[in-house]
C-alpha cells in the first residue's frame, strides 16, 4: 500500500494557481485585491456622457441658437429690403413707360401708345362682346392762334385741352394727342348716347375754361365726332375713320359741335 501512494504522488503533480490566474482573480496572494487602478471620474447614468462634456454640448447648442437667430433676423431684413427694391423698380419701370408713351408737347398719350390701348380695347370687346366708342376731337381755328400768338403758346394751347380733356372724360378713357391739333379718345363699354354725352361734357368743358395770354383771354373750342363700334366692323381702323367722318361734318357744320353717326 505504502508504494502505490507514492507512485500516484509522483503521477500526479500538484495544481497551482499562476500569478497571472491570481491577477486576473483579482487578488496577489495577499487577499487584499493587489495593486489598485486609477479611479474613472462618474458619467451619467443616462447616455454615459461626461459632465465635462454636457456642458459643453450646452454652450454649443447655446451658441447655435444664437447664431440661427441672427441669422432669421438678417433673412428677415434681406427680404424686406428684396421688396422694397422690387417695388422701387416697378415704380421706376412704370415711370419710364409713362415718358416713353406721353407726348412731350401736350402731355397726353402719343399716337402710338394711344393706338396700342386703342386695339386691346377693340379685342377686348370683341371677345366679350361690350360696347366701344371713340371720339375725335380737333380745336377749332388753331392755325389762328398758332400765327397770331406763336407756336409757344399753341403749344400752351396743347396741353391746357390735354389737361381739360383728361379733368372730364372717364377715368376709364384713353387721351391721346392723334397728331397737330387733334386728339382721339377711347371709351371703353360705352355706346353711342354715353359716348355723345362724354364728348358733350368735353366740349363745354373746354368752351367754359379761361385761356390767357398776356392778361387778354383767348377763346379755345373744338369740334367732335362720335362713334360706336358695330359687329360688321372688319378692323378696329374702320371705326376711327367712321368717327373721323363725323368730326368733318362737325367743322362743316360751324365747328364747336358734337357729331355723331345718328345725327
Not at 28 to 51: L, R
Not at 85 to 103: G, N, T
Not at 112 to 138: K, P, T
Amino acid at each position: 500500500m505504502a508504494r502505490r501512494k507514492t507512485l500516484k504522488s509522483v503521477g500526479e503533480p500538484k495544481k497551482t494557481k499562476s500569478a497571472e490566474t491570481k491577477q486576473s482573480e483579482g487578488g496577489n496572494g495577499n487577499g487584499n485585491g493587489g495593486s489598485h487602478a486609477a479611479p474613472s471620474p462618474p458619467t451619467t447614468p443616462e447616455s454615459g456622457v461626461m459632465p465635462d462634456d454636457l456642458d459643453g454640448l450646452r454652450r454649443a447648442l447655446l451658441e447655435v441658437e444664437s447664431r440661427r437667430a441672427e441669422l432669421d433676423s438678417l433673412n428677415e431684413r434681406l427680404r424686406s429690403e428684396v421688396q422694397r427694391l422690387r417695388v422701387e423698380v416697378a415704380e421706376l419701370r412704370a415711370q419710364v413707360d409713362l415718358v416713353a408713351s406721353a407726348d412731350p408737347v401736350s402731355g397726353a398719350v402719343n399716337r402710338r401708345s394711344f393706338l396700342d390701348a386703342f386695339r386691346r380695347e377693340w379685342q377686348r370687346s370683341r371677345r366679350y362682346g361690350r360696347s366701344l366708342s371713340v371720339i375725335m376731337a380737333d380745336i377749332d381755328q388753331f392755325k389762328a392762334i398758332n400765327d397770331g400768338y406763336g407756336t409757344e403758346v399753341g403749344d400752351r394751347i396743347l396741353r391746357l385741352v390735354a389737361q381739360s380733356f383728361r379733368k372730364t372724360a372717364r377715368v376709364s378713357d384713353v387721351i391721346g394727342r392723334y397728331g397737330g391739333d387733334s386728339f382721339a379718345i377711347v371709351l371703353p363699354e360705352a355706346d353711342l348716347q354715353a359716348a355723345r354725352r362724354v364728348a358733350e361734357r368735353l366740349r363745354k368743358g373746354l368752351e367754359n375754361a379761361v385761356f390767357e395770354h398776356k392778361n387778354r383771354p383767348i377763346l379755345v373750342t373744338s369740334s367732335f365726332g362720335v362713334a360706336c363700334s358695330e359687329e360688321g366692323d372688319p378692323e378696329p381702323e374702320a371705326l376711327l375713320l367712321r368717327a373721323d367722318d363725323c368730326l368733318y361734318q362737325a367743322k362743316r357744320g360751324g365747328r364747336n359741335l358734337v357729331v355723331d353717326e345718328e345725327s
